[in-house]
T-cell receptor, first 112, second 108 residues
Framework: EAAVTQSPRNKVTVTGGNVTLSCRQT?????MYWYRQDTGHGLRLIHY???????QIGDVPDGYKATRTTQEDFFLLLELASPSQTSLYFC???????????FGHGTKLSVL | GQQVQQSPASLVLQEGENAELQCNFS?????MQWFYQRPGGSLVSLFY???GTKHSGRLTSTTVIKERRSSLHISSSQTTDSGTYLC??????????FGKGTKLSVKS
């Protein structure tokens, strides 16, 4: 089974702060995704990538940047964090688009 | 855009009872997946099932494309089955659309 590791597991920051969430997958999957999960909205796609150096816009990209530095590593950047970005963030990977998805354990982010 | 509706929104069972969770979608699909979310938050892949029926232990997933529905059957439920079950529809692009989930509580 694919291993997807996220860090940190928990993060607290203040409004206007910079936050970087990290994700590493060890099964050489082509696709990597960042989702956020909020009560009442379910899982929503922020950004995704199909390879190193590639970035695709998801459904809720505003306020987020992302970068895929290698096949294994995908980062989510919040440069001016706002309280509305308080959420549970998941990274995921799959071999191909819309193929079986494997999730990391999630990062709980609180923006005060 | 793609719409995915899950039902019921919540379900309470006594241990040993069976459950049928539904996922209905309004557009054509390339893939259908089911996930289990533990009360602590982590997500586990249960099935990748774009069509037909698949089994895994006490779980069965059935996807009927022309009826635009997929179901997850849990037999002989256990308290450890408690959590939230999510379905996700894959369309013609690489993006999945998730349902809002069915929250299952199994009581002993």
């Amino acid at each position: 089974e694919a291993a997807v590791t996220q860090s940190p597991r928990n993060k607290v920051t203040v409004t206007g702060g910079n936050v970087t969430l990290s994700c590493r997958q060890t099964n050489s999957h082509n696709y990597m995704y960042w989702y956020r999960q909020d009560t009442g909205h379910g899982l929503r796609l922020i950004h995704y990538s199909y390879g190193a150096g590639n970035l695709q816009i998801g459904d809720v990209p505003d306020g987020y940047k992302a970068t895929r530095t290698t096949q294994e590593d995908f980062f989510l950047l919040l440069e001016l964090a706002s309280p509305s970005q308080t959420s549970l963030y998941f990274c995921a990977s799959s071999e191909g688009g819309s193929e079986r998805l494997f999730f990391g354990h999630g990062t709980k982010l609180s923006v005060l | 855009g793609q719409q995915v509706q899950q039902s019921p929104a919540s379900l309470v069972l006594q241990e040993g009872e069976n459950a049928e969770l539904q996922c209905n979608f309004s557009t054509s699909l390339n893939s259908m997946q089911w996930f289990y979310q533990r009360p602590g938050g982590s997500l586990v892949s249960l099935f990748y099932n774009p069509s037909g029926t698949k089994h895994s232990g006490r779980l069965t997933s059935t996807t009927v494309i022309k009826e635009r529905r997929s179901s997850l059957h849990i037999s002989s439920s256990q308290t450890t089955d408690s959590g939230t079950y999510l379905c996700a529809l894959g369309g013609s692009n690489a993006k999945l659309t998730f349902g809002k989930g069915t929250k299952l509580s199994v009581k002993s």
